[in-house]
Every structure is written in C-alpha cells, then in structure tokens.
C-alpha cells in the first residue's frame, strides 16, 4: 500500500532563494544546477522558478531539450558532457555547452564536421573522478582550439573540502597548470559529491 506522501513546490520560495544567492554572488554566472528532474522539483517548475539564473546546469541532454521545450532561453551546460557522436548535432541544435574531461571526447570532436560547439574543459582539482589534471590543460587548450567549430568557453573544476578546493587553491594549481591569465576558473561547488 503506498503511503500518502505530498510535495508541495513554493515557486516563490525558490525564487526567493536564487535572489539570495544572486545578491552573494554579485555579478559572478550563477548556474541553477537542475539535474534529476531539478532535484524533484519538476524542470518546467524549474525555468519559472529560476529565471534570474544565468544558466541550467544538468547531466541529461533530454533534460536540456525539456528546458528549451518549457521557454528556457538561456544557457545550458551539461556537466557531464557529451556521451558519443550522436550527442552532438542535438548540442548544436539546442544551443548547449558540454564539459570536456577526457581524451576520447576530443577525438570525437576532432573527427566531425561542427557547426559551434561550446566547451569548458573540466579539471580533476583532487576529486579524482573525471577531468584533466591542471598541468595538461595547457595542451588540453590547445588541442580543443585547433578544431574548427570548437569554441572554449572556460574550464570547470568540482569543490569539495579538499586543499585545491578553495577557489585559490584550484587558481593556483591551475596557474602552476600554465594557462594563467587564458581562463578563468569556474568552480561548482557541490553538497552531494557529484
């Protein structure tokens, strides 16, 4: 027998939340991390709730396609990236950006005709779990910028209570990585470890 559960979803409760991360972030890009249905709050709950974000952040690429489908206009990132080739014409077409963590992703954008597709190369600061350790980003950059139709936008790196996860320990050891002064570090900062 299921048991009676109810969920209510307060728009303006989450509204109120994002203008209170806005006003802590200044004018630094503020991703809405929406992956798995926007934490069960409904994805299309989701675009009216965080309009004043600067981008959605999720794992899916039916995600991305939903979000644009329910009048979302702005950036989508997808932070695990892209999975295969056939990945990459709906990235095209739905306007979205793909993390790039490793080198069989490269390949495949090496191999295909690209309209614009729009990367940040993700760094492994310690976690250990996907990306390119800080001194490879260099070469990493390089390779990405020399394939027509690439575009990099910045390089992301996860943030969990590890030494390189302050923002200045992961600047450091991105600068000891040789791009400083090319990217800017984008940290997302996460509580579940994913």
């Not at 950006?97 to 191999?111: A, F, G, P, Y």
């Amino acid at each position: 027998m299921p048991r009676p559960i109810y969920a209510e979803i307060d728009i303006q409760a989450l509204k109120h939340n994002l203008a209170r991360l806005r006003e802590s972030v200044g004018d630094r890009t503020l991703w809405a991390v929406v992956k798995a249905n926007a934490y069960g709050h409904g994805l299309e709950n989701a675009v009216e709730a965080f309009a004043d974000a600067d981008g959605f952040a999720t794992i899916d690429l039916c995600d991305a396609e939903r979000a644009r489908r329910a009048g979302w206009h702005k950036r989508v990132l997808l932070l695990e990236g892209f999975f295969d080739e056939t990945d990459i014409e709906p990235l095209q077409d739905l306007d979205v950006e793909t993390v790039v963590h490793s080198m069989w992703q490269i390949d495949i954008l090496k191999r295909l005709q690209l309209r614009e597709v729009k990367v940040h190369i993700k760094v492994n600061s310690g976690m250990n779990r996907l990306g390119f350790l800080p001194v490879e980003v260099g070469t990493i950059y390089d390779l990405l910028t020399s394939i027509p139709g690439v575009k990099v936008i910045a390089r992301r790196c996860a943030r969990i209570g590890l030494p390189t996860a302050h923002p200045h320990g992961q600047a450091r050891a991105f600068r000891h990585g040789g791009l400083h002064g090319q990217l800017r570090c984008h940290p997302l900062a996460s509580r579940s470890g994913r």
